[in-house]
């Protein structure tokens, strides 16, 4: 297990296209997260996974997005009709949810880089 | 309303200068404060969490609920410290990271 891996690194895209981002947590680790950082802001969140179930949802998350983790490991991010505003960096993060030392420290992955032309 | 404020974007020091980022925050309860750090080409990671009360790479950050702030220091700057910095407090009720805008710091030479 190498950390959180993310694919694609970069997808380029025309506009009203779908695209969809996967997401790979550590191993062990029982919550997952989905933010979107734009150039010169701080990562956004957009939704979490506490083992399937999606437990928080963003306003920022309109309804072209969706978000999936079916077995309690890897998530995928969709994107319906994509929008040029949907350009960004999408950041997926896992973490433990127990008492640990660990819990609450968010490990992040690389990051699927989204240009929408 | 709930945020974190990171009021400098860039922040400019000589090597071997002292450097102290500033965090305000504004979220009731009691969150627990993180400081991720990004390096050039890397992806964003762990610097310190207020709960170890370490020390890492040489920074530190007091927690002070008086003044509502978690202000990240460190005694003398190094050229590999240039880096985002991005204070972010975790809410329990919400259970995630709330990600300020995030400080630029270069140090030069």
């Known amino acids: 297990d190498t950390g959180v891996s993310q694919d694609p690194r970069h997808k380029i895209t025309k506009r009203g296209q779908n695209v969809t981002f996967r997401c790979d947590p550590i191993s062990e680790h029982n919550r997952l997260y989905w933010y979107r950082q734009t150039l010169g802001q701080g990562p956004e969140f957009l939704t979490y996974?506490?083992?399937?179930?999606?437990?928080?949802k963003s306003r920022l998350l309109s309804d072209r997005f969706s978000a999936e983790r079916p077995k309690g490991s890897f998530s995928t991010l969709e994107i319906q009709r994509t929008e040029q505003g949907d350009s960004a960096m999408y950041l997926c993060?896992?973490?433990?949810?127990?008492?640990?030392?660990?819990?609450?420290?968010?490990?992040f992955g690389a990051g699927s880089r989204l240009t929408v032309l | 309303a709930q945020r974190v404020t990171q009021p400098e974007k860039l922040l400019s020091v000589f090597k071997g200068a002292p450097v102290e980022l500033k965090c305000n925050y504004s979220y009731s309860g009691s969150p627990e404060l993180f400081w991720y750090v990004q390096y050039s080409r890397q992806r964003l990671q762990l610097l310190l969490r207020?709960?170890s009360r370490e020390s890492i790479k040489g920074f530190t950050a007091d927690l002070n609920k008086g003044e509502t702030s978690f202000h990240l220091k460190k005694p003398f700057a190094q050229e590999e410290d240039s880096a985002m910095y991005y204070c972010?407090?975790?809410?329990?009720?919400?259970?995630?990271?709330?990600f300020g805008t995030g400080t630029q710091l270069k140090v030069e030479l």
């Open positions: 207020h709960i």
């Open positions: 993060a896992s973490s433990l949810s127990d008492t640990s030392s660990g819990a609450n420290v968010l490990t």
């Open positions: 972010a407090p975790f809410t329990g009720g919400g259970n995630k990271l709330t």
């Open positions: 996974f506490q083992n399937e179930a999606q437990l928080e």
